[in-house]
T-cell receptor, first 112, second 113 residues
Framework: GAGVSQSPRYKVAKRGQDVALRCDPI?????LFWYQQALGQGPEFLTY????????KSGLPSDRFFAERPEGSVSTLKIQRTQQEDSAVYLC??????????FGPGTRLTVL | GNSVTQMEGPVTLSEEAFLTINCTYT??????LFWYVQYPGEGLQLLLK?????DKGSNKGFEATYRKETTSFHLEKGSVQVSDSAVYFC????????????FGDGTTLTVKP
């Protein structure tokens, strides 16, 4: 079946703009994760949902970052008043019953 | 806290050479361990995993053994191909916290013909 999809694939924002990044997980996957991957580094955990409940948001770097998954399927990561240090690839992953996470292709955000 | 340290790159090998990419971890409890691969222009893909001590994960000729005594999960392949050129990430799951993963910084492998 279809894998995890993310949109847009690329986003350029001017400093101070708000952005919204979308993740469509694999159908039926209960768990959904967001990661931030800076250039040349491994992904860093941002937040985790189980169905519609956000159970862990300890990785969100500031209160400008907000994530939601209102119906337990599609998730949106919103970044308000973007800063240059927000430039990164944002990865979404979903997981079913076993411990394997399936990653989407990512959204590359560039803040000018 | 939980962390993953992997061999710094980049690594350049000739085709058919033997590959080792080192990975060590620190963790409370007994995490699951993973190797992911990221081919140019593509997303992260799970390469192999091991869920308990002494387990060996294997896929596409790659292997890694979960060594609790040395807290290591080194990736090996006996004969690399040009198509193996990619970035490899070692990761662990925090099995006490809904399975969020901690990743190493990645090792870039280039295989030359």
């Amino acid at each position: 079946g279809a894998g995890v999809s993310q949109s847009p694939r690329y986003k350029v924002a001017k400093r101070g703009q708000d952005v919204a990044l979308r993740c469509d997980p694999i159908s039926g996957h209960v768990s959904l994760f967001w990661y931030q991957q800076a250039l040349g580094q491994g992904p860093e955990f941002l937040t985790y949902f189980q169905n519609e409940a956000q159970l862990d948001k300890s990785g969100l770097p500031s209160d400008r970052f907000f994530a939601e998954r209102p119906e337990g399927s599609v998730s949106t990561l919103k970044i308000q008043r973007t800063q240059q240090e927000d430039s990164a690839v944002y990865l979404c992953a979903s997981r079913g019953q076993i411990d394997t996470q399936y990653f989407g292709p990512g959204t590359r955000l560039t803040v000018l | 806290g939980n962390s993953v340290t992997q061999m710094e790159g980049p690594v350049t090998l000739s085709e058919e050479a033997f590959l080792t990419i080192n990975c060590t971890y620190t963790a409370t409890g007994y995490p699951s361990l993973f190797w992911y691969v990221q081919y140019p222009g593509e997303g992260l893909q799970l390469l192999l995993k091991a869920t308990k001590a002494d387990d060996k994960g294997s896929n596409k000729g790659f292997e890694a053994t979960y060594r609790k005594e040395t807290t290591s999960f080194h990736l090996e392949k006996g004969s690399v191909q040009v198509s193996d050129s990619a970035v490899y990430f070692c990761a662990q799951d925090h099995n006490t916290n809904a399975g969020k993963s901690t990743f190493g910084d990645g090792t870039t492998l280039t295989v030359k013909p």
